[in-house]
Structure formats: structure tokens, C-alpha cells
């Protein structure tokens, strides 16, 4: 079965600091992965899609990579700003099982 | 409007009550699916339904009935309802739901908080 673990649980630097946030899956043939972020109360946004054989995705300040080899995935947040404060939630499935696994997501907080 | 669509927003409920949750996605996508978010738990895939086919249940228990009339609408019907049953039900939708290469990326409505007395 599926597992991920998203470290840190909680993070909180100061605003303008670069930060890295990491996910890993107990399965490491993760086929694809996406990076969400979850306002307090509110529904998922998405942030990226890294699919197939594709290793990396890029989004403004935002950077993810998979390394397929390990199952292990990172996103890197340049720049941190206070709107950035959020969940951080990773997912990511399998060839051949469609359904998402979860992690319980990173809880971010930037300091002005 | 885009995007994902779940109304209501927050519903407070007895166990006895029946009441139901809709999601409307303005995407053009063919998969719908009900998510669970509990506290510190990960999030729990419940349903999916693939061009108004249910395609995926996932051992969730019969007091939440799901429908799909068409695929842009999506309801998640709930009877009978424990307290432990409380949390944020989300919708989501994908461009498809095939074998092999995945969903597409997935969009989430902002959920419906669900209370249950």
C-alpha cells in the first residue's frame, strides 16, 4: 500500500527566506505527481503536475522535481512571501492505478 | 463561472436528517470525484465517476449515496450520518480517468464543511 510522508509537519521562516519542502512515497515508481496548497478552511489549489517522464516543473517562484529513482519529491519556494502561508500538500499515483495517494501536507508560515 | 463549484458550504446536520452536497465543474473534464478530509488525516478518495459511470468506491459506507446525472454535475447524497463522519468533503475533477497514464491534474471545488449532531 502506498504511503507518504511529508516532512517537515510545520515550518515557519521569515519572509524573503528560500525554502524547500520534501514528500517521499513508500512506492518510489510514482508515474505522476502533483504539489497542492490548501488555505485554512478553504479547498486544494494546484501548483504543479509533473507527469510521465517528465522530471521537473516550474511555476513563478515555484520549482518541483521527482526523483523517480527514490520516489522522493521536493518543491522549492524562492523568495517566500507572507501569502505563501499555507498547507503544502503532495500526491502523486502509480502506472496503471489512477488514484492519488495523499500526504498530510507541510503547514507554512511566513513571517513578515 | 470556472473552475469547481460545491455548495453548500457548510452544513450542520442530526443524525436522522438527510441532506445532500452538490459539485459543479465548468472544466469540460469526465471524472468527478468525492474526497474526505479529516484532521490529520490524509486526504480519502471515497468516489469517482468517469463520464457518469462510478467507477471507484471506495468501501465507503451506504449512508453516503453518490450521483451523477451528467459530467459536469456531481451530488453525494448523506442519511443517517454519524458524528464521526464530520469533516471537509471535497469535489474534484480530472480531464479522464484511464488505466496506465493517470487523471490529468486534478481541480478541487472549496469543499463543504460537514457537522453532524
Known amino acids: 500500500k502506498q504511503e507518504v510522508t511529508q516532512i517537515p509537519a510545520a515550518l515557519s521562516v521569515p519572509e524573503g527566506e528560500n525554502l524547500v519542502l520534501n514528500c517521499s512515497f513508500t512506492?518510489?515508481?510514482?508515474?505522476?505527481l502533483q504539489w497542492f496548497r490548501q488555505d485554512p478552511g478553504k479547498g486544494l489549489t494546484s501548483l504543479l503536475l509533473i507527469q510521465s517522464s517528465q522530471r521537473e516543473q516550474t511555476s513563478g517562484r515555484l520549482n518541483a522535481s521527482l526523483d523517480k529513482s527514490s520516489g522522493r519529491s521536493t518543491l522549492y519556494i524562492a523568495a517566500s512571501q507572507p501569502g505563501d502561508s499555507a498547507t503544502y500538500l503532495c500526491a502523486g499515483n502509480n502506472f496503471g492505478n489512477e488514484k492519488l495517494t495523499f500526504g498530510t501536507g507541510t503547514r507554512l508560515t511566513i513571517i513578515p | 463561472e470556472t473552475g469547481v463549484t460545491q455548495t453548500p458550504r457548510h452544513l450542520v446536520m442530526g443524525m436522522t436528517n438527510k441532506k445532500s452536497l452538490k459539485c459543479e465543474q465548468h472544466l469540460g473534464h469526465n471524472a468527478m470525484y468525492w474526497y474526505k478530509q479529516s484532521a490529520k488525516k490524509p486526504l480519502e478518495l471515497m468516489f469517482v465517476?468517469?463520464?457518469?459511470?462510478?467507477?471507484e468506491n471506495n468501501s465507503v459506507p451506504s449512508r453516503f449515496s453518490p450521483e451523477c446525472p451528467n459530467s459536469s454535475h456531481l451530488f453525494l447524497h448523506l442519511h443517517t450520518l454519524q458524528p464521526e463522519d464530520s469533516a471537509l468533503y471535497l469535489c474534484?475533477?480530472?480531464?479522464?480517468?484511464?488505466?496506465?497514464?493517470?487523471?490529468?491534474?486534478?481541480?478541487f471545488g472549496e469543499g463543504s464543511r460537514l457537522t453532524v449532531l
Open positions: 465517476y468517469s463520464l457518469e459511470e462510478r467507477v
Open positions: 474534484a475533477s480530472s480531464p479522464w480517468w484511464t488505466g496506465g497514464p493517470g487523471t490529468g491534474e486534478l481541480f
Open positions: 512506492d518510489s515508481a510514482i508515474y505522476n
